[in-house]
């Protein structure tokens, strides 16, 4: 058939699927390090997740009388996302819950792909943490599933820093904390404790240009400078918790985050910020989800900061 | 951009395509008033006769590409879908030149106004695509003072390879048409703009003496290099204003092809009658064809068997930003760069995921998923070809400004 | 439904969103909030459409406030004498009444300018409506966070209580939910 259209005739070929299919690639180390340390729980929890997320996609295309979207893959993203944010215990009729709130509150009432002003992943997992807070802070250890406290949990308790600084865990023990939280053999989230995985994901997509760097680097390099002035272990504090997991495939979500260069480094600016002081200050242990949410509201008054300065 | 499909017709010579029994001239070929037709139905014209002529200072003469008969004036399709007057004239295969033509003597000697009067004469406009007649371009209006020329030898759209045969085989016309366009337009420096895809051709102009009076800028190749607004800023670095022209800031671009026809005329004293046209794409008989203009498509590019068993679009010029046409019987005019058939599907627009690539993408620093500042673009299409929503953002540029342009009414 | 409760002034209106988030955790409290509610609105309803010759045009916001602060401060003490638990739960709500925008909402819009008679049956109907928009919210949410109504467990003991509804945010979101399904077919 003839086509008449306007300009131009070619396309580059990487298109909404494309992209979101890159991202599936580069979550498989992490999801292939949550399989080996957390086992069938894991297994269980990414499939309850991605599956209630897809469901809940046709479901809304459905009740709001639209073209369902799930063949450009963004539901798979976001349910594999939430499961690896989720503790490895948490009950798995719990886990689908949180995958139908974040696709449809966190998206579909919103208006679908391109149109949520929260992270949905991120929003799943605030809804479950509000709604069953005793669960979501249960986190067993990888391997055995012994019911154990995070790093950063252990650090708000003041033990893993004495741990980390104190005479006795000298040079030995040091090494041998920052192993375990660099290859992920510590309590925590089902995807949040390889940073070896989540380094290598990230490398794809700096690779096929997927990604953007200046969100995660300013957030990391936020959350160092401020650790650095607090006194506290620097290094500690980027590997430990969903730091890197949020700051490489959630802190630069497209659809949540500025879309200029200088809105974007402050948007990571902004994340860094709010997770140093809620680690530092806050209630909780950990704070990139929140972090990332906050930020997640700046993001239409940062764009238009741009908007004006054109 | 990856993969700029040039190697498909980079190889091939320029090649004289057949010169059909009808030709269809259009009396419009250029931006701004169409010519009068000077001859009527039957009247007996010669190759290089002056058929068409305007009494206004922004147009350009249109003369008889072939010896022969007026057939009749009709109303025909251009590229860009607008119904146009043309002359339809039989060729008698003759070739007659027109006795009316001059011969100009030694080149080098020919004045500034002489030379802006044959280009006027001899009907040559941009034959990158926009046409727009050039004795507009060389003549400066008193308060615009232009200091420096560039040769836009970037040709950076895909498939397109016609500028890049000129410059590789007819170094010595382009050399000298340069010269003699920087006399034109009285610039003191004379730069050419060349994509660094195109690195063979700088051989052939430092022969003919190109560094005499010119300096080579090489470019990365990236489209939209050509851009005039961007060719100006990566080749001399300066910024032209915005809703301004390169005129604003000293600069006339002027096209290899047109550098070239002026090298030709002045040799030959034969106005602007034909043109080198890239078949690409799916077509049977890819080359770079030097073409009458008034030939139809369909003689020069010929369809592949079973080209319609999957969706296809006929581009006229390159793909970037060149008119997907219905039919093929379309003249060729002075602005046609190219013929494509391309492969092609039906894409439904998705929703925008903010990824901002359109904002990366675009050379003039706009905003395409906003309708902020978009009087500026120039519709050259990288903001919908990265766009992994594949939306029609160029189509909502041109919806936008045709809104304005109704509304100004 | 749809119709029952888009008289309700919250979900009609949108107005009153301060009682109809902060009481509805549960819906004793809920009721309760709308009988002093009721009873604060029509009397202030039947108080200002019979005072409304005597009110100055200039002053009559002022002169509607003193004269719902009369009935909240009776609904107060009331409340805490004979309802002391509830009282407590309630808290600032009920001398908030004072402000609120239906109160203030009916006599600025309806009492001022009709009969007493017609104030009284406005006021009543308001308050009722209103009542039952608590209630319906307060029954969601005190389901769905405790799983019970009026405090008796309704749900199987192994039902894990979802916090979120009682929260304040589940409490938007649950307006938010119920907006939506009223407005729905209008989109």
Redesign the interface.
């Known amino acids: ?12 070929g ?3 699927r ?2 979101m299919r890159d991202v599936l690639i580069a979550l498989t180390p992490v999801l292939l390090a949550a399989l080996y340390f957390f086992r069938w729980r894991a297994l269980a929890l990414v499939l309850v997740c991605v599956i209630s997320a897809v469901l809940t996609e046709l479901l809304a295309a459905r009740i709001f009388k639209k073209e369902n ?1 799930v063949q ?1 893959l963004s539901a798979v993203v976001t349910g594999l996302l939430l499961a690896f944010c989720l503790p490895p215990a948490l ?1 798995l009729w ?1 886990a689908a819950l949180g995958s139908f709130f974040a696709i449809f ?1 966190a998206k579909e ?1 919103f ?5 949520n002003i929260f992270n949905p992943a991120l929003s799943g997992r605030a ?1 479950l943490l ?4 005793s ?1 979501m802070t249960t986190w067993s250890r990888p391997l055995d599933a012994v019911t154990a406290a995070t790093p950063l949990a252990l650090a708000k308790a003041g033990s893993a820093v004495d741990a980390l600084t104190s005479a006795a865990a000298q040079a030995a023990g040091q090494t041998a904390v920052y192993r375990d939280l660099f290859w992920g053999a510590v309590a925590g989230s089902l995807g949040e404790t390889s940073a070896a995985a989540i380094l290598l994901g990230a490398a794809y997509l700096f690779c096929r240009r997927v990604i ?1 760097w200046r969100e995660p680097f300013s957030y990391l390099a936020t959350v160092a400078l401020i650790m650095f002035l607090a006194g506290q272990a620097v290094l500690f504090h980027l590997l430990a918790g969903g730091l890197l997991l949020g700051a490489f495939f959630m802190s630069n979500d ?2 949540t ?1 500025p ?2 260069t200088r809105g974007k480094l402050i948007f990571g600016i902004g994340c860094g910020i709010l997770t140093s002081v809620i680690r530092l200050r806050g209630g909780y242990p950990e704070g990139v989800c929140y972090a990332i949410l906050i930020m997640n509201m700046f993001v239409p008054l940062i764009d238009r900061l741009d ?1 004006k300065r ?1 | 951009m990856h993969g700029d499909y040039k190697e498909l017709t980079r190889d091939r010579a320029i090649t004289n395509a057949p010169v059909p029994e009808y030709l269809y001239v259009p009396l419009s070929q250029h931006i701004g008033a169409p010519a009068v037709p000077l001859v009527a139905r039957g009247d007996r014209v010669k190759r290089g006769q002056l058929i068409g002529s305007a009494d206004a200072f922004v147009t350009a003469n249109v003369h008889s590409p072939v010896s022969g008969e007026v057939v009749e004036q009709v109303r025909i399709i251009n590229p860009q879908g607008r119904t146009v007057d043309a002359l339809k004239i039989k060729n008698d295969f003759q070739d007659e030149l027109d006795p009316a033509l001059k011969t100009y003597g030694v080149p080098d000697e020919l004045s500034t106004d002489m030379l802006r009067e044959i280009i006027r004469e001899m009907g040559l406009v941009g034959m990158g695509g926009a046409a727009f007649p050039t004795h507009v371009k060389v003549s400066p209006p008193k308060d615009k003072k232009v200091d420096t020329l560039i040769l836009n030898a970037a040709e950076c759209e895909p498939y397109l390879n016609a500028d890049y045969r000129l410059l590789l085989e007819h170094p010595n016309e382009i050399v000298l048409g340069l010269r003699l366009m920087a006399r034109a337009t009285r610039a003191v420096w004379v730069v050419v703009g060349l994509e660094d895809n195109k690195k063979s051709v700088m051989a052939g102009l430092q022969a003919a003496g190109i560094e005499e009076f010119a300096r080579i800028a090489v470019m990365p190749a990236v489209y939209p290099a050509g851009a005039e607004k961007v060719l100006v800023k990566k080749a001399v670095g300066r910024q032209v204003p915005k809703k301004g022209l390169p005129l604003d800031v000293g600069v006339v671009v002027v096209n290899v092809g047109t550098v070239y026809q002026l090298a030709r005329s002045i040799q030959t004293g034969l106005p602007l009658l034909e043109r080198v046209v890239t078949v690409s794409g799916e077509f049977a008989n890819p080359g770079n064809y030097l073409t009458r203009l008034g030939t139809l498509y369909q003689d020069v590019a010929r369809l592949p068997d079973n080209y319609d068993q999957k969706d296809y679009r006929i581009v006229s010029g390159g793909p970037m930003m060149g008119f997907a046409v219905s039919r093929l019987d379309i003249p060729v005019t002075k602005g046609t760069s190219g013929l494509l058939l391309l492969r092609s599907q039906i894409f439904k627009e998705s929703n925008c995921i903010r990824c901002a690539r359109c904002v990366d993408a675009c050379p003039l620093e706009l905003l395409p998923y906003q309708d902020r500042g978009l009087d500026e673009c120039m519709e050259c299409g990288l903001c919908a070809f990265v766009c992994p929503a594949r939306k029609y953002l160029v189509q909502q540029v041109r919806q936008q400004k045709a809104a304005k342009k109704l509304q100004a009414k | 439904m749809r119709k029952l409760l888009r008289l309700c002034p919250t979900f009609g209106l949108l107005l009153g969103f301060c009682p109809a988030l902060a009481v509805t955790t549960a819906l004793v409290n809920a009721l309760g909030m709308g009988l002093a509610f009721t009873f604060v609105l029509t009397f202030s309803n039947f108080f200002v459409a019979l005072l409304r010759r005597l009110i100055p045009e200039e002053i009559r916001i002022p002169l509607f406030i003193i004269i719902v602060v009369t009935f909240v401060t009776v609904v107060d003490m009331l409340m805490a004498g004979f309802a002391p638990e509830l009282y407590k739960a309630l808290g600032i709500f009920i001398p908030l009444i004072v402000v609120n925008c239906i109160i203030l909402g009916r006599a600025e819009a309806f009492a001022y300018k009709n009969t007493v008679w017609a104030a009284l049956k406005d006021g009543l109907s308001n308050g009722i409506w209103f009542t039952f928009g608590l209630a319906v919210l307060a029954a969601i949410r005190e389901l769905l966070g405790a799983g019970s109504l009026f405090g008796y467990g309704l749900l199987s003991p192994h039902y894990v209580p979802l916090l979120l509804a009682v929260l304040p945010p589940g409490g938007f979101l649950l307006i938010g939910f119920i907006l939506a399904a009223i407005n729905e077919p209008q989109a």
Do not use: N, R
């Open positions: 058939m003839k086509i008449l259209a306007v300009s131009p005739h070619l396309h580059s990487t298109t909404t494309v992209l979207k450009d009950p719990m509150v009432l208006g679908g792909i391109g149109c809804f509000a709604s069953y807070a669960f953007d497209y659809t985050t879309m200029s908007l054109q």
